[in-house]
């Protein structure tokens, strides 16, 4: 998960209490978060490489949909 939305999934108590529901103007991509906290192993950082099962992932910041969202760039030989 991104290091910047982690407090949306291990601490979503926290998150719904101090959240102002009186401001529509500050639309954070938040209102369909998780109802109950759930527990984080670990956070996938930005602009780093890590393998898995055989492939070299890179992590990007894609701010889009969440401002915490990423995507994964795999490079894949398909001539064979």
Known sequence: MPPAERELF???DAH??????YNYYDLRQD?????ES???TGTVL???TRRFGGFDVT??????HTL???SYLVDVDVSS
Do not use: C, K, M, N
Not at 16 to 21: E, K
Not at 31 to 35: D, Q, T
Not at 59 to 64: D, E, H, M, Q, V
């Open 10 to 12: 291990d601490e979503v």
């Open 16 to 21: 719904w209490q101090q959240r102002a529901i």
């Open 31 to 35: 209102r369909f978060s998780l109802l």
């Open 38 to 40: 759930v527990s984080v």
């Open 46 to 48: 930005e602009y780093r």
């Open 59 to 64: 992590t990007l910041p894609t701010p889009g």
């Open 68 to 70: 915490g969202s990423e």
